[in-house]
């Protein structure tokens, strides 16, 4: 499985410690954002504008191609870092993820689940119509053609008791371990 580390702390980030906790007997291939170096598309960087090479195009293989997908990402802004976004644009690419077929796009890769592992600072839970990470992640898995998605979250750590924070997150580990063991199912 390939693990999507886009943890932006570097020290006691604890969404990266639930996700390296869930993770620790899993056989997973992790990709660390914060070490990329990762620009956003404009015109001038845009391959498919120009007609050349995608250097993402490999690595989009790879992950159309794996038999997960685990992303841990923090809650910023409503969502998740841009970094990520910036991350999955990349790796959008037709004929591996989807293709287009003059009608409507279709997903393509074989990849069969994506799972989003987040901490939120505020009381917002995973219903919650301010929680804007995983409608973006849901959608797409559809245009990917992931059939499964879940997350597991920790929620309101910023305003909990250091005791509560600890409770949060040994109960997300336990849930997300149970969640990946379904989707792998
Ligand atoms: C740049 C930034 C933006 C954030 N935006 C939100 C937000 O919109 N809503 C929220 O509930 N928490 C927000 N938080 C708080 C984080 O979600 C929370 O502290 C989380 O647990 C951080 O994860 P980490 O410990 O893995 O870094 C934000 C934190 C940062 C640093």
Not at 4 to 9: D, G, L
Not at 27 to 41: G, S, T, W
Not at 85 to 94: Q, R
Request: glycine content about 4%; aromatic content about 8%; proline content about 4%.
């Amino acid at each position: 499985m390939i693990f999507v580390n886009a943890c932006i702390r570097e020290e006691d980030s604890r969404t990266l410690r639930i996700a390296k906790d869930i993770l620790k007997n899993e056989n997973i291939e992790e990709i660390d954002l914060n070490k990329m170096n990762l620009l956003p598309y404009t015109y001038s960087n845009n391959p498919v504008m120009h007609g050349i090479k995608d250097e993402f195009i490999d690595l989009s293989k790879k992950i159309a191609n794996s038999d997960g997908l685990i992303i841990a990402a923090p809650f910023w802004d409503m969502s998740f870092p841009a970094l990520l976004k910036v991350f999955l644009e990349k790796l959008s690419i037709v004929d591996v993820m989807f293709k287009d077929t003059g009608e409507t796009c279709l997903g393509i890769a074989k990849c069969p689940f994506m799972f989003l592992i987040t901490t939120r600072g505020m009381n917002i839970d995973d219903e919650s119509p301010l929680e804007q990470a995983t409608p973006y992640l849901k959608a797409l898995c559809e245009l990917w053609g992931i059939e499964k998605f879940d997350s597991i979250s920790a929620y309101n750590l910023d305003y909990s008791s250091s005791s509560i924070v600890e409770e949060k997150i040994k109960n997300a580990i336990k849930e997300g371990k149970e969640k990946l063991d379904n989707l792998k199912k």
